[in-house]
Structure formats: structure tokens, C-alpha cells
């Protein structure tokens, strides 16, 4: 086995504290001698996981094209390649071991190739040890350090040993970093980082450190930069959106942001993920008031059983879960609202389970993630026995799914013979001369046409039919 450079590695234990600290904030600035280390060489990186993963690829994009990478089209033949991955359950880690497989392979043949994994697996402790024992990975860092890829890359270049960092503690936050956005019209907005909720089942306070705000003069300053530069739509980002600025011991909330946003001229802003405990009477007045705020909530609501939630540790009721969706219907009649829900949760009982079914009936989901409970070491739920066999969890979920398959029906239906106004993304996959792109509720639209103009735009789109994935329509000539 190659050797090892230890820099630090992840401890769960640590990762757990959140101690009194001050959060730093350190504004990125490339270091010259790293400035040409990428010189002829291509990256790629394979992104897995959740839409903060996507943002913090395309800052790694940045922060490799500046050292004068390119980006490859062909992962299997670059001379970099990054993994920044998820480990929110077991599937999402299995996919990873794939990939890690393959790469195996490719590496015998191209021993010149830079392998690094990052994001949330590494800060799992069992998932490390496993990397540096089983598979040939140069760099291995987590989701604390990514500004320190350049000086990771160039140790791993000198020394030619496995480089390894991972820090497990609050974290921090990131400024003025380069970014390659994916999209020339849409762009993910951090708003903050981390995670203190502990529900139960999750890793990701353990994965991704404590809840820390961005000041919301650099949020502002980065969508007016956005705007100038023609984006469209916004999607601002955290675990708990709702909880946003409540470390930085301000008067200023989420909804305060979302107000000053919308006098910013963006078109568009959404925001992922909520939590309904802390989703606000101001935040709701927010999606009423401010035009730029798409009538579309994503809301996770886990289970419907007032004891599940208590043993999750989400700190809501049934009855204050609908009490919020019962406001918001009232704030903002049209509006479409999607969930995450877990079936399978230890020692969940079929009564359990069909209070989940009776909210979701109830509340009229247009759109549901649907997940069986996974077991993650180190947190809490991982250690309760559990009498639920893997027959019946994935029984209820299939009973769930096709539930939740009749909401995003629904959701579609009542569009049908409407005009609605769609930001244009591409050329829909499977039909010839057809373009798609998604509704301000956040449904996927397909319209006859091949003009490659459209794409960034906002059209109208008159809509004829609808299915359970998408709608389809005719474009509306203003
Ligand atoms: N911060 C967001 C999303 C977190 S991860 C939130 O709180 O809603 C996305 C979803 O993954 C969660 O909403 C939950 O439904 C699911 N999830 C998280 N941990 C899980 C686990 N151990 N097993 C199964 N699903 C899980
Ligand atoms: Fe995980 Fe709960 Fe935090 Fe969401 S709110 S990231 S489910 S701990
Ligand atoms: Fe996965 Fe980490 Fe996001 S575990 S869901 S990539 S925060």
C-alpha cells in the first residue's frame, strides 16, 4: 500500500460538539504557487447527493480551473478525478463503492491519475478507514476544507502518498471563492451551513458542522452580482433555511432576507431545505408579499405519527405540521407543496404508518422524496432494536409511493387549459423539437419547439396535458 500523509483524521466524537467558538470566516485568495499545477491537465468531478454538494462542486470547479485545469467530458480518462459524496443512507454510499471500483481499474492503467474523494463519506469515520485500506485514492478531504484542494493536490503530486484531511469540527465559512456555475440561468445561493437539529436518523449534523449564517451582505452583494449577469432564478440553500441568522445574534431572520432579496430584480427565488418548526409567520407573509418568491414550499415532514416525530427528535406535531400548511394555503392559495418522508422507522407500527398516509392525504402533497429508514452510525436511531421486518418497510413504501404518485398527478392536472410561465432550460431528452423547463410551482413543462434562444428565458406555455412527471403544452405568443 502507497504511504500515508495523515494531516487529520475524522472522529464522529468530535464532530458531535458544538462548542461556544466563534465561526471564522475566511475569504478565499489562490496562493501563486499553486497557480500553475493544473497546466495541461483535465478534472473531473462526480457530485452526489444534495444541492449543497452541487454548490460545493461547482466552487471546487473554480478553485481547479484557477490552477489552470480543464474540465474533461470523460471522467474515466482525466487526470483528476474528484468524488464528493453523500452518505444520507446506505444506497447513497453503495453507489460510491461502485464508482470507487471502477476507478480501481482505471488507476492500474493510468498510474498518473489523481483520485480524491470528498464531501460527507469521509467525515464518517468506518468510511475512511475503509478508503485508505481498500481503495487507491490519493486525496481524501471532507466538507470543511475544500479551499485547501490546491496545497492537497500539490502534496499528493510531491509526495506521491495518500493525502489525508478531514476535519471534524464546526466548520466555517467560505467567501470570494471561484465558482463555475452549471447553469448560465439558475444558481444554487448558499445561505448558510451546517446543521444543529440532531433528528435521530441524520448524519448530516455530524457530517457538515454546526448552523452558521452567511452575513447577509454577501448573500445580497452575490445575487445583485447574479442579476447583472443575467441569471434568472435563485435557489438559496441550507438544512434549515428557517433557522437562518439566528447564530449571528441579529434581529434578522430568513423572511427579512427574502424581503430584502426580491429588491434585488432576481425573477426568481426559491429555497431548500425548511423545517416546519421554524418556518415563520414572516417567511409565509414573504411568499405572499414578495413577487420574486415562487409559490412552491418544500417541507419535510418525515412521519405523520405524533410519537415517531417525538423519537426523531423533530420538535412538531401533526396537528402544528398542518396548522402551518392550513396558513400558507391561506397566504398563498395556489401554492404547491412538496415533503420528504422516512417509512420504516425503527418499531414504526402499521397505525404509525397510516397516520403518515392520512397527512399525506391530507394535506395534498404535489411531490414527495420517499425514503425506508437507513441506519447511520453514530447517531442515535442507529442504536434502537428495531421489530419492523425489510418486507413490510418496503411494503409501506410502495403503498406510499403510489399515494404520492396521484399528488403529482394531481398537481399537474389543475394546470391543464392554464397559461403558465416557464424558465426554459433545454431540449427535452426524449421528443424531437420539444423544450422544457419549469413552471414558478416548480413543474416540469415540456412545449413544442427547437428554438435554442429560448433557453434562459421565461415563456408562456398554455398547457394541454399533464402526466404524472411533467406537463406538456403549446408556447403562447405574447
Ligand atoms: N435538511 C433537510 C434534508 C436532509 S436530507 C431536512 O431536514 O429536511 C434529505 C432527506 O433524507 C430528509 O428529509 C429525510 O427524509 C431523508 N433522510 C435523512 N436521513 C435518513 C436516514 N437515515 N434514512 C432514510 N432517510 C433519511
Ligand atoms: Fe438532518 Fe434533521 Fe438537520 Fe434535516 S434538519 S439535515 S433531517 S438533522
Ligand atoms: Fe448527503 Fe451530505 Fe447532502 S450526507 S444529503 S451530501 S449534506
Given at each position: 500500500m502507497k504511504n500515508?500523509?495523515?494531516?487529520?483524521?475524522?472522529?464522529?466524537?468530535?464532530?458531535?460538539?458544538?462548542r461556544n467558538v466563534d465561526v471564522s470566516t475566511i475569504r478565499y485568495i489562490m496562493?501563486?504557487?499553486?497557480?500553475?499545477?493544473?497546466?495541461?491537465k483535465t478534472y473531473y468531478i462526480f457530485t452526489y447527493g444534495c444541492q449543497g454538494n452541487e454548490a460545493d462542486s461547482e466552487v471546487m470547479a473554480g478553485i481547479l480551473e484557477s490552477m489552470g485545469y480543464v474540465k474533461s467530458t470523460d471522467p474515466m480518462n482525466s487526470d483528476l478525478v474528484l468524488l464528493n459524496t453523500c452518505c444520507i443512507r446506505e444506497n447513497a454510499e453503495q453507489r460510491i463503492w461502485g464508482v470507487l471500483g471502477q476507478l480501481k481499474g482505471r488507476k492500474r492503467e493510468h498510474p498518473d491519475m489523481l483520485v480524491g474523494i470528498c464531501g460527507c463519506m469521509p467525515q464518517e469515520e468506518k468510511a475512511t478507514k475503509k478508503i485508505i485500506e481498500s481503495y487507491d485514492v490519493?486525496?481524501?478531504?471532507?466538507?470543511h476544507n475544500r479551499h485547501h484542494l490546491p496545497e492537497l493536490i500539490f502534496k499528493a503530486y510531491e509526495s506521491k502518498a495518500k493525502v489525508v484531511e478531514v476535519l471534524s469540527n464546526e466548520g466555517l465559512i467560505l467567501e470570494d471563492a471561484p465558482k463555475i456555475r452549471e447553469s448560465k440561468h439558475k444558481a444554487w445561493v448558499n445561505i448558510m451551513f451546517g446543521c444543529d437539529e440532531f433528528c435521530t436518523y441524520c448524519i448530516v449534523p455530524y457530517t457538515r458542522g454546526r448552523e452558521r449564517s452567511r452575513a447577509k451582505?454577501?448573500?445580497?452583494?452575490?445575487?445583485?452580482?447574479?442579476?447583472?449577469?443575467?441569471?434568472?432564478?435563485?435557489?438559496?440553500?441550507?438544512?434549515?433555511?428557517?433557522?437562518?441568522?439566528?447564530?449571528l445574534g441579529l434581529d434578522y431572520t430568513f423572511g427579512d432576507l427574502l424581503y430584502d432579496l426580491d429588491k434585488t430584480g432576481i425573477e426568481r427565488i426559491r429555497y431548500t431545505t425548511?423545517?416546519?418548526?421554524?418556518?415563520?409567520?414572516?417567511?409565509?407573509?414573504?411568499?405572499?408579499?414578495c413577487k420574486s418568491v415562487m409559490p412552491h414550499l418544500h417541507l419535510p415532514v418525515q412521519s405523520g405519527d405524533d410519537d415517531i416525530?417525538?423519537?426523531?427528535?423533530?420538535?412538531?406535531t401533526y396537528a402544528e405540521y398542518m396548522s402551518k400548511i392550513n396558513r400558507l394555503k391561506e397566504l398563498v392559495p395556489d401554492i404547491s407543496i412538496t415533503t420528504d418522508i422516512i417509512v420504516g422507522f425503527p418499531n414504526e407500527t402499521e397505525e404509525q404508518f397510516q397516520n403518515t398516509l392520512k397527512l399525506v392525504r391530507e394535506v395534498g402533497f404535489e411531490g414527495a422524496f420517499t425514503f425506508i429508514y437507513s441506519p447511520r452510525e453514530g447517531t442515535p436511531a442507529a442504536k434502537m432494536k428495531d421489530n419492523v421486518s425489510l418486507e413490510e418497510k418496503h411494503d409501506r413504501l410502495n403503498r406510499l409511493i403510489e399515494l404520492t404518485n396521484q399528488g403529482y398527478l394531481k398537481g399537474h392536472q389543475r394546470f391543464v387549459g392554464q397559461t403558465v410561465e416557464v424558465l426554459v432550460d433545454e431540449e427535452s431528452k426524449n421528443g424531437d423539437g420539444m423544450m422544457c423547463g419549469y413552471s414558478k410551482h416548480l413543474?416540469?413543462?415540456?412545449?413544442?419547439?427547437?428554438?435554442?434562444?429560448?433557453?434562459?428565458?421565461?415563456v408562456k406555455v398554455k398547457v394541454t396535458e399533464a402526466k404524472t412527471w411533467f406537463m406538456i403544452g403549446d408556447l403562447v405568443e405574447d
Open positions: 500515508k500523509i495523515n494531516i487529520s483524521l475524522p472522529s464522529l466524537k468530535e464532530a458531535k460538539l458544538r496562493n501563486d504557487k499553486y497557480d500553475n499545477l493544473g497546466k495541461g490519493d486525496i481524501i478531504f471532507g466538507t451582505e454577501d448573500i445580497i452583494n452575490e445575487v445583485k452580482d447574479l442579476v447583472k449577469n443575467g441569471y434568472k432564478e435563485v435557489t438559496l440553500l441550507g438544512q434549515n433555511v428557517n433557522a437562518y441568522g439566528k447564530d425548511s423545517h416546519p418548526r421554524d418556518l415563520d409567520e414572516k417567511t409565509m407573509l414573504a411568499m405572499r408579499d416525530l417525538k423519537i426523531m427528535n423533530r420538535k412538531y413543474k416540469l413543462t415540456h412545449f413544442k419547439s427547437n428554438d435554442k434562444s429560448l433557453i434562459g428565458k421565461i
